[in-house]
């Protein structure tokens, strides 16, 4: 069982940059693909992006890639996402996920685990 709490949103401008935190309760972290989801009012949650559990792989979504960038660190049990030039079309309320042994896939159903959500609100 994995308990995720995610930190960090908040209003930004566009161009701007914040960065998420997903602090992992449990002591196999390391055991888990962590993902990044978010979702914007009206929409379906979408992918963002995406580290596998032994740390060979990262994964992003075209929409973001090349702004964002997702790390881990295990010693810490913690997972973060750091979002840069920022986008009105970012706002969303923002989702950090665990897929035990997972390659960072992106789709949501193969995540077990769920936090509860940050709002992030870029404005232009």
């Known amino acids: 069982q994995v308990q995720l709490v995610e930190s960090g949103g908040g209003l930004v401008q566009a161009g701007g940059s914040l960065r998420l935190s997903c602090a992992a309760s449990?002591?196999?972290?390391?055991?888990?693909?962590m993902g990044w989801f978010r979702q914007a009012p009206g929409k379906e949650r979408e992918f963002v992006a995406a580290?596998?559990?032994?740390?060979?792989?990262?994964n992003y979504a075209d929409s973001v890639k090349g702004r964002f960038i997702v790390s881990r660190d295990n010693a810490k049990n913690t997972v973060a996402l750091q979002m840069n030039s920022l986008k009105p079309e970012d706002t969303a309320v923002y989702y950090c996920?665990?897929?035990?042994?997972?390659?960072?896939?992106?789709?949501?159903?193969?995540?077990?685990?769920w936090g509860q959500g940050t709002q992030v609100t870029v404005s232009s």
């Open positions: 996920a665990a897929d035990e042994y997972g390659p960072g896939s992106p789709l949501s159903r193969e995540y077990a685990y």
């Open positions: 580290v596998s559990w032994n740390v060979a792989r990262t």
């Open positions: 449990g002591r196999t972290f390391s055991s888990y693909a």
